[in-house]
C-alpha cells in the first residue's frame, strides 16, 4: 500500500507538472499578449512591460523561471484582471468562495442522487421509474447555463424568493448550489439505477429475497456497498470541478469565485492568473483520483492496489 501510494505520487506530480508546461507552452503560442488593448500602447511601453514581468525572454526561459518560483509558492502577479496583485492572494480570497458551492453542490448531489438511483431500480419498469428516468435525462442534456437562468427568471425576479445576484444571505447560496448540483444529482442518480440493476442479479441478493429482507435493508445494506465503486470513480473528477468553482453559476449570479475569475482571466490573456489556475485544477484532480483510489479498498477490500490485474 505505501510504495503505491508513493508511485502515485511521483505520477501525480509528473501529471502536473506535465499538464503546466503544455499550458505555458499553448498560452504563449497564440498570437497577441496580457498588455493588447482596443488602444494598443506604444511598441516602446510594450517592450518596457515585457521586459518589467519577464516576458521578454524565450519561451523555454519563462517556463523554467515560473516553475521555479511556482514550486515556492510564487504563482507572479495578475497581469490584467487585479492589477500587480499576487496571484496568491487572490486564489486565497476566491478559493473558499467556489469550495464551499462546490462542496455543498457535490453534498446535495450525492444525498439526492443515490437515493433517486435506488428508488428508480427498486421500481424497474413502473412509472416511478419511468418519471425519475425522465427527470434525470433532461437533467444531463438541459445545459447549467440555460437552467441557471430560468431559476434566475421566475424565483428571483418573477416571484422574489430568493436573491438575484451574490451571497449576501444564506438564501443566496440555494440556486447557485441546487443549479451546480442538478446535473451530476442527475447522472448519480443514472449511475446508481445501472449499477444497481447489476448487482441485483448477483446470485447473493436472490438468496436474500428469498430469506425475506426487507426491500430498505435490501438496498441500503446488500446492493449499496457494492455499487458505489463506479460513483466513488465519477466523484473523484467531479469534486475537483467543483471545487475550483461552475464558472456558468458563478457568472450567471454574480459569485465573486475562482472559477468565474479562470473564464475572466482567459478572455483577458492574463498569463500568472491562467497558469495559478490550471495548476491548482489538476493538482486537485490528481489528489481526488488518489482519494478515491484509497477509498475503494475501504469500500471493497478485495481491491489489491498494489498489485496490477493481468489478463
Known amino acids: 500500500m505505501l510504495m503505491y501510494i508513493i508511485k502515485r505520487i511521483f505520477i501525480a506530480a509528473a501529471t502536473v507538472l506535465l499538464i503546466a508546461c503544455t499550458t505555458f507552452i499553448m498560452m504563449n503560442a497564440i498570437p497577441g499578449g496580457p498588455f493588447m488593448a482596443e488602444k494598443a500602447p506604444s511598441q516602446s511601453v510594450l517592450d518596457a512591460l515585457n521586459a518589467k514581468y519577464g516576458l521578454d525572454k524565450p519561451v523555454p526561459v519563462q517556463l523554467v523561471n515560473y516553475l521555479k518560483a511556482a514550486v515556492k509558492g510564487d504563482f507572479g502577479v495578475s497581469l490584467r484582471m487585479q492589477k500587480n496583485r499576487p496571484i496568491a492572494d487572490i486564489i486565497k480570497d476566491m478559493f473558499p468562495i467556489s469550495a464551499k458551492i462546490g462542496l455543498l453542490s457535490v453534498l446535495v448531489a450525492v444525498l439526492l442522487g443515490i437515493p433517486i438511483g435506488c428508488i428508480a431500480a427498486y421500481n424497474q419498469g413502473k412509472f416511478l421509474d419511468n418519471l425519475l428516468r425522465i427527470i434525470t435525462t433532461l437533467g444531463i442534456a438541459v445545459p447549467g447555463f440555460v437552467l441557471a437562468a430560468l431559476l434566475q427568471y421566475w424565483l428571483c425576479v418573477k416571484l422574489a424568493w430568493f436573491p438575484c445576484i451574490g451571497l449576501s444571505s444564506w438564501k ?22 445501472s449499477s444497481m440493476l447489476d448487482v441485483t442479479k448477483q446470485d447473493y441478493i436472490r438468496t436474500a429475497i428469498a430469506k425475506g429482507v426487507s426491500p430498505v435493508s435490501l438496498i441500503f445494506k446488500h446492493t449499496l456497498r457494492n455499487e458505489l ?8 473528477p467531479l469534486t475537483a470541478g467543483t471545487l475550483m468553482g461552475g464558472f456558468v453559476v458563478e457568472s450567471v449570479f454574480s459569485i465573486p469565485g475562482l472559477g468565474r475569475y479562470f473564464i475572466q482571466s482567459i478572455l483577458n490573456r492574463d498569463y500568472p492568473l491562467i497558469m495559478a489556475t490550471t495548476i491548482c485544477l489538476s ?5 481526488m483520483n488518489l482519494a478515491v483510489d484509497l477509498v475503494y479498498k475501504l469500500v471493497d477490500p478485495r481491491i489489491n492496489l498494489g498489485r496490477e490485474v493481468k489478463n
Open 229 to 236: 465503486l463506479p460513483i466513488l470513480t465519477y466523484l473523484g
Open 172 to 193: 443566496s447560496y440555494i440556486l447557485p448550489v441546487f443549479t451546480l448540483s442538478f446535473y451530476p444529482m442527475c447522472y448519480i442518480g443514472r449511475l446508481t439505477r
Open 283 to 287: 493538482a486537485l484532480v490528481v489528489i
